[in-house]
């Protein structure tokens, strides 16, 4: 049995409104949870638990349900480079001050 995973607070809050705004998703398209679960190829008790953002509900579950309302286009953006700023500034601060193009070796003519 796995070992229960308890999560810091700020990924238990970002989980939860991310569960809410799951749930509000499916209210304002008057999805039933029956018919969303279904979509999702998962239960309706696990649908439950993923609008309460219960961070035990494996990633590809909330993926699931996000692709049923028509909403998994942006998840695959959220570690994307150009939204990486952090990312950004340590590759640029590694970058060389100079760049040198380095010469070919000139040819030897063992004639």
């Known amino acids: ?12 809050r970002t989980l ?8 509000d998703a499916r209210r304002r398209r008057r999805l039933p949870m029956a018919v969303v679960a279904e979509r999702a190829f998962t239960s309706r008790s696990t649908l439950q638990r993923v609008e309460a953002g219960d ?3 494996g ?6 349900v996000l692709q049923a309302l028509g909403l998994l286009d942006d998840l695959g953006n959220i570690a994307d480079i ?7 500034a ?3 601060a590694e970058l060389p001050r100079r760049v040198r193009i380095k010469r070919a070796p000139e040819p030897t003519n063992h004639a």
Request: net charge positive.
């Open 1 to 12: 049995m796995p070992t229960p995973h308890h999560p810091p607070a700020a990924v238990r």
């Open 16 to 23: 939860r409104k991310l569960g809410l705004d799951i749930r």
């Open 55 to 57: 961070a035990n509900v």
């Open 59 to 64: 990633i590809g579950i909330y993926a699931a």
């Open 82 to 88: 150009g939204r990486d700023t952090v990312g950004q």
């Open 90 to 92: 340590l590759s640029s």
